[in-house]
C-alpha cells in the first residue's frame, strides 16, 4: 500500500509509516495534474496546510482510505467530498498547540515593541532608539476570539503576563472561561475592551471574514494578532485600519491566499509584523504532529480504530 505525502512532515512520521511496511512516496509542492496523477494508486495521503484537497483529488483516487492532516485547520480539504467518496479525514489537534501558542505571544510582542523594524534597521547600521516607544502587554486586556485550544493556551500566558482577559466563543461554557481568568462576553464588547485582540478560530463559513472594516473599527485601538487562518480577518480592512491609525499595529501569521503574493496589502504597512505561517514550525510540534498523523494513517489503513 502506498501513502503519498504532498508537504514536507518530520522524518519521525515517514519513518513510522515506513516500519509499517508502507510504501511512502514524497512529492511536495505538486499540483493540478500532477497531484492527480501521484494520488491516483494512493491508499493515504498526508498533507499540511499547502495542499488544496479538492473533490477533483478524491474522485482521482480510487483507493483513497485516509487524508491525514499533519496539523489543526482541515479547512484546505473538501470534508464533503471526503465524506461522499467514504474517505476518512484526520487531523492532529494536540500536537502543535503549544507551538502555536508560543508564536501568538511572541507575535503580540513583535507588534507591540517594534521588534522586527527596530531590528532590520539596526542591521543595516542605523540606532533608531528614538522612533520606537512601545506599549506593555501588564495591565492591558486580552480580547480572545475562539477559546478552544490554542486560545485557551494563549490565554494563559498572556494571563500570566499581567493581562486581563475577555473571550469570545458562542460554543464554549461560561465555566471553562471562568477557570481560565476569562470574562465571556458577546462579540462587540470583545472587541471594544480588547487592548490586543487574539484570533483563534478555525477558518469555516461562519468565521469568514469575522473581522473586517466595522469590527477593527469597534476595537478602535491596539493591535491585532492573527495566527489562526488568513480568511477570518479581511486582509484589505486590517491594512487600512493600521495605516489610517485605527489600530496601533497588527501581526499577521496567516493568509488567505498562501504562499502569499508580494502585493498583498499587509506586507507594505510599516506597523504590520508578518510571519510566513510559522506558528507551528517548530521541530517538536512538528515531530508531534507527523508521528500522530503517521499513526493515525496506519490504523486506518489496517482498519483498526
Ligand atoms: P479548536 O477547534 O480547539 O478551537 C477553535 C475555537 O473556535 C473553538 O472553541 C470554537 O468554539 C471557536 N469558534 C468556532 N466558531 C467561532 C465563532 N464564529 N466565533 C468565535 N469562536 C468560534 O482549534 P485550535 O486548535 O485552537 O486552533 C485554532 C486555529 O488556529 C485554527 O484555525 C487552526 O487551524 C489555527 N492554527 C494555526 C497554526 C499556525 O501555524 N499559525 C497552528 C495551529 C493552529
Ligand atoms: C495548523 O492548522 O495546524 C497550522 O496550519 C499548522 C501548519 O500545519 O502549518
Redesign the pocket.
Known amino acids: 500500500m502506498k501513502v503519498l505525502v504532498t508537504d514536507p512532515i518530520a522524518d519521525a512520521g515517514l519513518d513510522r509509516l515506513r516500519e509499517a511496511g508502507y510504501e511512502v512516496e514524497t512529492a511536495y509542492d505538486v499540483e493540478g495534474d500532477a497531484l492527480l496523477d501521484a494520488v491516483s494508486d494512493a491508499n493515504g495521503l498526508i498533507v499540511r496546510s499547502g495542499t488544496q484537497v479538492t473533490a477533483e483529488v478524491f474522485e482521482a483516487a480510487p483507493d483513497l482510505v485516509i487524508v491525514g492532516r499533519a496539523?489543526?485547520?482541515v479547512d484546505n480539504i473538501d470534508i464533503d467530498a471526503a465524506t461522499e467518496h467514504g474517505v476518512i479525514v484526520a487531523n492532529a489537534?494536540e500536537g502543535?498547540?503549544r507551538?502555536?501558542a508560543e508564536?501568538t505571544v511572541a507575535m503580540g510582542f513583535a507588534a507591540a515593541r517594534s521588534i522586527p523594524q527596530a531590528h532590520t534597521r539596526l542591521k543595516n547600521g542605523e540606532w533608531a532608539k528614538s522612533d520606537y516607544l512601545g506599549n506593555e502587554v501588564n495591565g492591558k486586556t486580552l480580547g480572545v476570539?475562539?477559546?478552544?485550544?490554542?486560545?485557551q493556551e494563549v490565554a494563559k500566558k498572556y494571563h500570566s503576563l499581567g493581562m486581563d482577559l475577555v473571550a469570545?466563543?458562542?460554543?464554549?461554557g461560561q465555566e471553562r472561561a471562568e477557570q481560565l481568568g476569562a470574562e465571556l462576553v458577546e462579540f462587540d464588547e470583545c472587541l471594544s475592551r480588547a487592548d490586543f485582540l487574539t484570533v483563534?478560530?478555525?477558518?469555516?463559513p461562519?468565521?469568514e471574514g469575522?473581522i473586517s472594516t466595522d469590527e477593527l473599527e469597534t476595537m478602535g485601538s491596539g493591535y491585532l494578532i492573527n495566527?489562526?487562518?488568513g480568511g477570518v480577518v479581511d486582509e484589505a480592512a486590517l491594512a487600512e485600519a493600521v495605516e489610517s491609525g485605527v489600530l496601533d499595529g497588527a501581526a499577521v501569521?496567516?493568509f488567505a491566499d498562501e504562499p502569499v503574493s508580494p502585493d498583498n496589502p499587509l506586507l507594505s504597512v510599516e506597523n504590520v509584523v508578518v510571519t510566513p505561517?510559522?506558528?507551528?514550525s517548530t521541530s517538536a510540534a512538528q515531530e508531534n504532529v507527523a508521528v500522530s498523523t503517521a499513526d493515525q494513517v496506519v490504523a486506518a489503513l489496517r482498519e483498526e480504530p
Open positions: 496539523g489543526i485547520g489537534p502543535n498547540v507551538a502555536a508564536h476570539v475562539g477559546l478552544g485550544r490554542v486560545g469570545y466563543d458562542p460554543y464554549i483563534h478560530t478555525p477558518l469555516t461562519e468565521t469575522l495566527c489562526a487562518r501569521d496567516v505561517h510559522l506558528g507551528a
